[in-house]
């Protein structure tokens, strides 16, 4: 199977180190083959002796057996300075996502982990998407709100419908046509690429007490619950709309898959209170495996050596589950 492919993400903040340091443990950490794509400088400022070897197209896979750390080199156009935004490195940030989608899509690589990007600092260097997510379905040739976020730990999965959307304008954002297409991509992926059969799905509601009956709000009726009977209609086990205080305790979390959740703290809250060191970022309804850790780029941390590798650790694990899933079911 080829090698994962990671990115460099912002070079000047943690996701380099956390490459060098994960490649140097790899064994104990029991991480599958993967390929650097970024900046070889950027690798070598976090950990000057460690070794490496740039690869091209044509022997990556070759490559990820040896001792040395195979990079794909994607320049700086200037020198990074640790915690440092740079605005005229946006570019090669942007280059290293597109190569990695690349050879995934050529299978030379078999899928994508990308590391943090710094959003502000590249909408500076002309990236006009909303975020990774978006600019990945791009890269696929499919809309903007195509491809969904999910993230996962251990126990939990959960989707926010709504993703970077302001509380006060959730409710009018909302949609039975999105809560509909997020569980039709949620049950396909979970399927093909978790190894799930038949995927149990759970739909939170937006209001106190899931609306009670009309009374504290009307979207459980307007929008959620015909996006429930739609995805019954498809054949997807989907129960809801349940409460959202009553949708995260253990036995709970134990009778589905996945919860929709209506916006983005309803989603985050309670798996980053389960797990906030080891979430996992997961793009679905993509033509190619792509993860990320649950965290950002960590600029006061870069280069001091404190940021954990746990979320990154865990999207390496995630994506090669994927990929082996993936191969399995097609």
């Known amino acids: 199977m080829p090698p994962l492919a990671?990115?460099?993400g912002e070079p000047a903040g943690i996701g380099p180190e956390l490459?060098?340091?994960?490649?140097?443990?790899?064994?104990q950490l029991k991480i599958p083959p993967f390929v650097y794509v970024g900046s070889r400088e950027a690798i070598l400022a976090v950990d000057p002796k460690l070794p490496t070897v740039m690869v091209s197209e044509s022997d990556i896979g070759s490559a990820t057996s040896g001792s040395a750390l195979p990079i794909f080199d994607v320049p700086l156009s200037e020198p990074i300075e640790f915690g440092q935004l740079n605005v005229k490195n946006g570019s090669s940030v942007i280059q290293a996502i597109d190569t990695a989608v690349r050879l995934t899509e050529n299978g030379v690589a078999s899928g994508v982990v990308?590391?943090?990007?710094?959003?502000?600092?590249?909408?500076?260097?002309?990236?006009d998407a909303p975020g990774h997510t978006e600019y990945l379905a791009r890269l696929a040739g499919l809309p903007d709100d195509h491809s969904i976020m999910m993230l996962s730990t251990d126990g939990l999965r959960v989707i926010p419908v709504t993703v970077h959307v302001p509380l006060s304008e959730v409710a009018t954002t909302l949609t039975a046509d999105r809560i509909l297409h997020a569980g039709l991509v949620a049950a396909e992926d979970l399927k093909h690429r978790f190894g799930i059969d038949k995927p149990r799905l759970a739909v939170a509601g937006l209001n106190p007490h899931a609306g009670e009956g009309g009374t504290i709000g009307m979207e459980e009726g307007t929008h959620i619950t015909p996006a429930i009977w739609a995805l019954r209609d498809h054949g997807i086990e989907v129960v809801g709309?349940?409460?959202a205080d009553s949708l995260f305790h253990e036995e709970?979390?134990?009778s589905y898959d996945v919860a929709l959740c209506m916006y983005h703290d309803q989603a985050l809250i309670p798996l980053k209170t389960l797990d906030f060191w080891g979430g996992v970022n997961v793009t679905l309804g993509l033509p190619f495996v792509r993860t990320s850790p649950d965290h950002g780029t960590a600029l006061s941390l870069a280069g001091t050596g404190k940021a954990r590798v746990d979320s990154m650790v865990a999207a390496l694990r995630t994506a090669d589950e994927m990929v082996k899933n993936s191969a399995e079911t097609a």
């Open 6 to 8: 990671v990115t460099m």
């Open 19 to 27: 490459i060098a340091r994960i490649w140097r443990d790899r064994a």
């Open 114 to 127: 990308t590391s943090p990007i710094h959003k502000e600092g590249l909408y500076k260097s002309g990236f």
């Open 241 to 243: 709309p349940v409460p």
């Open 252 to 254: 709970a979390r134990a």
